[in-house]
């Protein structure tokens, strides 16, 4: 393709997606496909020829639309939002039209100096100070496998780099709680700690936060086992129910168990989502005592709207990262060594994208307080929502609402145990299943209760009282079910 052919077929690319984004409350939110129909559509031969360009903008439309889940559509209220402000699209648009290579400062100073400066943006932002210096990882996943790959090796004296995981007498621990996400399990898997070295803190049973009391017993009954405590992660903002742990007493209890310890325990953040939160000022008591860490991630690809992969990672002390991570063959080598940021030298990939340009452009064509007014729209709409469930008959908000998500079961009458579990199920995926709306059905104390998650950039009051409407029509429409089931099932 030449650049004047890809001029054409460009601006006629943008004009489908700003006409994709403008229609997008007329589609289902839920992808309509089983599984294999949209492999099934396409050419199982690769192409031999060239083709027109028409011909693949009109099977965007025909087999790839109807496989989508449009997570932009403003009914969208499940899993957290996947906001992809069309201001990022366009940085992420100039990234790839200046497909540069990002091995080293020197492949491109302007990729590693961006990146160094909107990290920063994002760091005053979000009021942390300065001591934290950042990179933007592809996702919070690989930013608490890099954590904890930096805390194995601090843990060890970096011999681990050396003797590898032979060389450990004891085994290391990790800690977090079962409301953490999925993803620390992984990474305490992938670096090398084993699922058996990771402890799950209890949590308060109201708030879900960690018990950092029991924390520091974990510490102590470990340590006189022969085992060494690595490392914590803590979430801030729960994917389940945005639970937020306790920083200031993870701190203290850290601390005083450092002060005996040859290694200090590392201590991650893992705030991908509510991260985006603390541009608001008056949120930031939710992560208050988060200066006290080592690591921090949070994603601006989910509620702030930059596009993915956007997950910031900060640390307090690079060097623990190019210590751990830092390759540099002589091909790489250059007069700037030592003057320059390596980000290669800061996690696992050697080549990256110039990934920051999605969040230079936008923070610049947005602009922050765009930002703030959004996050603040949807925690009213979060509140509004949680006061309509309380106030309802037989609806329950089922935990405390921290941020923008809302918890909720419909317990009508005396339904309990396998038939309240089928009920809620039932209701909630003829939500799902009528395209209008979709909120994510998950287990809370093995219970199956919906999570609303609120946060789409389009997603405005009014949206919110139709899926507040939606929800009581499939609830009572489940319950009519039931209770027509009944005779039936019982006999
Ligand atoms: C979404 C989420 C993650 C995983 O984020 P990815 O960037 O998709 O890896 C991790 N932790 C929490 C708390 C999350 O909400």
Do not use: F
């Given at each position: 393709m030449t650049p004047e052919e890809f001029r054409e077929a460009g601006h006629q690319l943008i004009d489908w997606i700003a006409d994709y984004r403008s229609t997008?409350?007329?589609?289902?939110?839920?992808?309509d496909v089983v599984p294999g129909e949209v492999s099934g559509a396409l050419a199982a031969l690769p192409p031999t020829a060239p083709e027109a360009f028409s011909s693949v903008l009109a099977d965007l439309d025909a087999v790839v639309l109807p496989g989508?889940?449009?997570?932009?559509?403003?009914?969208h209220f499940g899993w957290f939002p996947a906001n992809a402000a069309l201001a990022s699209v366009l940085g992420d648009l100039a990234s790839s039209g200046i497909?540069?290579?990002?091995?080293?400062?020197?492949?491109c100073p302007s990729l590693t100096e961006v990146e160094e400066v909107v990290c920063d943006w994002m760091r005053q932002l979000v009021g942390l100070s300065e001591a934290w210096s950042g990179t933007i990882q592809d996702t919070a996943s690989t930013a608490c496998v890099v954590a904890l790959l930096a805390a194995r090796e601090r843990a060890t004296d970096f011999s681990e780099t050396a003797?590898?995981?032979?060389?450990?007498e004891r085994p290391l621990v990790v800690y977090t709680t079962?409301?953490?996400?999925s993803s620390v399990l992984k990474a305490v898997a992938i670096a090398g700690?084993?699922?058996?070295?990771l402890r799950m803190v209890p949590v308060?049973?109201?708030?879900?936060?960690?018990r950092a009391d029991v924390l520091a017993t974990m510490l102590e009954s470990d340590l006189a086992a022969g085992s060494q405590p690595a490392a914590v992660v803590a979430s801030?903002?729960?994917?389940?129910?945005?639970a937020f742990d306790p920083l200031v007493e993870i701190a203290v209890v850290l601390e005083r168990a450092n002060r005996t310890l040859a290694h200090p325990i590392w201590l991650h953040v893992?705030?991908?989502?509510?991260?985006?939160?603390?541009?608001?000022?008056?949120?930031?008591p939710l992560w208050e005592?988060?200066?006290?860490?080592d690591s921090l991630s949070f994603n601006p690809?989910?509620?702030?709207?930059?596009?993915?992969d956007t997950s910031l990672f900060y640390v307090r002390d690079s060097q623990h990262l190019v210590r751990v991570f830092s390759s540099n063959p002589s091909y790489l080598q250059s007069s700037a060594d030592g003057r320059v940021?390596?980000?290669?030298?800061?996690?696992?990939?050697?080549g990256r994208r110039f990934r920051a340009l999605k969040l230079w452009f936008h923070l610049r064509l947005d602009g922050p307080e765009s930002m703030r007014i959004r996050i603040r729209r949807d925690l009213a709409n979060a509140r509004w929502l949680a006061d309509q469930v309380e106030a309802a008959?037989?609806?329950?908000?089922?935990?405390?609402?921290?941020?923008?998500t809302v918890c909720v079961r419909h317990v009508p009458g005396d339904l309990a145990g396998e038939s309240l579990e089928t009920h809620t199920q039932r209701w909630a995926s003829s939500v799902n299943r009528s395209g209008e709306a979709y909120v994510t059905p998950s287990k809370l104390d093995d219970s199956w209760m919906i999570r609303v998650s609120i946060g789409v950039e389009g997603t405005e009051r009014r949206h919110v009282e139709r899926l507040w409407q939606l929800l009581r029509t499939a609830a009572a429409s489940a319950s009519d079910e039931s209770t027509a089931a009944e005779p039936s099932g019982r006999g």
């Open positions: 997008i409350e007329e589609r289902r939110v839920l992808a989508v889940t449009n997570v932009q559509h403003p009914m497909g540069s290579l990002g091995i080293s400062w020197e492949s003797g590898g995981l032979q060389a450990s079962d409301q953490a996400h700690y084993g699922a058996d070295n308060d049973p109201v708030t879900r936060a960690m801030i903002g729960t994917t389940g129910t945005t893992d705030a991908a989502m509510a991260g985006s939160a603390m541009l608001c000022p008056e949120l930031r005592g988060v200066e006290a860490a690809h989910k509620w702030l709207g930059t596009i993915l940021t390596q980000y290669r030298d800061w996690g696992i990939p050697l008959p037989d609806w329950q908000v089922v935990a405390p609402v921290q941020l923008q």
